[in-house]
C-alpha cells in the first residue's frame, strides 16, 4: 500500500506500478498514482508518504484498497487494518515491512514520451494520464 497523511487524514491505495531502486546517488521508491485517485490528493499534500508490503493473508484487503476509493469508504474500517503514525506519516500494525519515503521530485506522464504506441492505447483508453 502506498499511503499519504497523517493521523488527522490520511488515505491508502494498492500500488502496482512502481520499483524500488536508486536516482541521484540516493535509494529510491518509484511510484504512479493517476490523479484521479484520491490517495493523489495526500501525496500532492505531505512531503511524506509511507509504502507498506504485506503477507500473503492480506490479500483481500489489498484487493479491496485497489477497487475501493477512500472518498467512499473507510478502508481500514472495512479491511480490519490497524492505522499507526510513523515518522510523521502513517502506515499499518500489520505491515510486514514498512518503508517511511520523502517526495525529491515528481513528474507527469505525457503521451507523447510513449516510444511503444501500444502503451496509450492499452493503459490510458480513457486518457487519465
Same mark, same amino acid.
Given at each position: 500500500l502506498v499511503t499519504a497523511g497523517n493521523e488527522n487524514g490520511f488515505n491508502t491505495m494498492t500500488v502496482s506500478w512502481g520499483a524500488l531502486g536508486e536516482i541521484w546517488g540516493k535509494d529510491a +521508491? /518509484?511510484?504512479f498514482i493517476r490523479p484521479q485517485r484520491y490517495t493523489y490528493e495526500f501525496t500532492e499534500n505531505n512531503e511524506l508518504f509511507t509504502l507498506?508490503?504485506?503477507?500473503?493473508?492480506?490479500?483481500?484487503?489489498? +484487493? /479491496?484498497?485497489?477497487?475501493?476509493?477512500?472518498?467512499d469508504c473507510d478502508k481500514a474500517n472495512e479491511t480490519g487494518l490497524t492505522p499507526m503514525e510513523i515518522d510523521g506519516s502513517v502506515s499499518f500494525e500489520e505491515s510486514e515491512i514498512l518503508i517511511v519515503l520523502r517526495k525529491v521530485a515528481y513528474q507527469d506522464i505525457k503521451p507523447e514520451g510513449f516510444?511503444?504506441?501500444t502503451i496509450d492505447e492499452k493503459c490510458y483508453p480513457h486518457k487519465d494520464y
Open positions: +521508491a /518509484f511510484i507498506s508490503f504485506f503477507g500473503e493473508e492480506y490479500r483481500k484487503a489489498l +484487493a /479491496f484498497c485497489g477497487r475501493n476509493s477512500g472518498r516510444i511503444d504506441e
